[in-house]
């Protein structure tokens, strides 16, 4: 059974700050990596993915991955509150074009 | 590029009733084809995928069932629905890199 989890939260973060969303998983033939913003009432938006070990960055979302420790994070720079949404983390195996997905983390960006 | 197109985007239906949900994909060619479900407070869980016309995979038995009539066309279905149906349903299909394109999703509660 491939698993990924998160914790739920909420995390909760000043204005400005850097909020750090973590999520771990199960299956080590894990090769392709995700994550999604999910606005309250709306649908998953994909804002990050990364594929091998490393830090991948965009803009203000940084994307880090760890194979051997079976990690990924997503850290997000000088928070703002449109950042407030939940963050879904999703994992595929290679061969596999099923994502499994992680149940979220809500975060909330105060003023 | 490629959208997805997902109707109604709410729905309410007595306990009993049949259940039609459509998702259409365009700017795509033999897409692999996803439902979701996310209950309130729960993560998502794959319901159908298809890999081609006339082709689905159930994850999850249940008194729903999915089509696919044409390439870029997917249906759920039920013919008789449970209180325990309701919720977000997603459509998605799967890009180059095997991350998931979700629609606009149908909130749907069954009363």
């Known amino acids: 059974q491939k698993e990924v989890e998160q914790n739920s939260g909420p995390l909760s973060v000043p204005e400005g700050a850097i909020a750090s969303l973590n999520c771990t998983y199960s299956d080590r033939g894990s090769q392709s990596f995700f994550w999604y913003r999910q606005y309250s009432g709306k649908s998953p938006e994909l804002i990050m993915s990364i594929y091998s070990n490393g830090d991948k960055e965009d803009g203000r979302f940084t994307a880090q991955l760890n194979k051997a420790s079976q990690y990924v994070s997503l850290l997000i720079r000088d928070s703002q509150p449109s950042d407030s949404a939940t963050y879904l983390c999703?994992?595929?195996?290679?061969?596999?074009?099923?994502?499994?997905f992680g149940r979220g983390t809500s975060l909330i960006v105060h003023p | 590029s490629q959208t997805i197109h997902q109707w109604p985007a709410t729905l309410v239906q007595p306990v009993g009733s049949p259940l039609s949900l459509e998702c259409t994909v365009e700017g795509t060619s033999n897409p692999n084809l996803y439902w979701y479900r996310q209950a309130a407070g729960r993560g998502l869980q794959l319901l159908f995928y298809s890999v081609g016309i006339g082709q689905i995979s159930s994850e999850v038995p249940q008194n729903l069932s999915a089509s696919r009539p044409q390439d870029r066309q997917f249906i759920l279905s039920s013919k008789k629905l449970l209180l325990s149906d309701s919720g977000f349903y997603l459509c998605?299909?799967?890009?180059?890199?095997?991350?998931?394109?979700f629609g606009q999703g149908t909130r749907l509660t069954v009363v």
């Open positions: 998605a299909w799967e890009g180059m890199n095997t991350e998931a394109f």
């Open positions: 999703a994992v595929n195996n290679r061969g596999s074009y099923i994502p499994t």
